[in-house]
């Protein structure tokens, strides 16, 4: 009855039909789990948009805060020389009765 043991006992390097049918089984299984429905897609591509916006917004905020950033710092130099200014003109006062001054004028 037995005419070829090769047959009968699966090999590693000769599968038999059986098992080649469930590495396709396995395959296909693999491909649907992996696929993503078309919600999911539509949401990572919502969430890039929306990063993208963030992003850009972020980099306007850090640009105007720059601006502001130099700004202030002109403000602070052009009150140093006004505050020289005034010492100069008002030697005996300290910086305090200076501050009281200006105040007092306005």
Not at 20 to 29: A, D
Not at 44 to 52: F, G, T
Not at 84 to 94: A, G, N, R, V, Y
Request: with cysteine; net charge positive.
């Amino acid at each position: 009855m037995c005419t070829n043991g090769v047959d009968r006992i699966p090999s590693p390097f000769h599968p038999s039909k059986r098992r080649q049918r469930s590495k396709k089984c396995k395959v296909q299984v693999i491909g649907l789990t992996c696929r993503r429905s078309g919600y999911e897609e539509w949401e990572e591509k919502h969430m890039e948009l929306k990063n993208m916006k963030l992003y850009l917004e972020n980099q306007s905020i850090v640009e105007e805060n720059e601006k502001l950033r130099k700004k202030a710092s002109l403000l602070h130099q052009e009150n140093l020389a006004l505050m020289s200014e005034l010492q100069k003109k008002f030697p005996h006062l300290d910086r305090f009765s200076n501050t009281l001054l200006l105040l007092h004028k306005h």
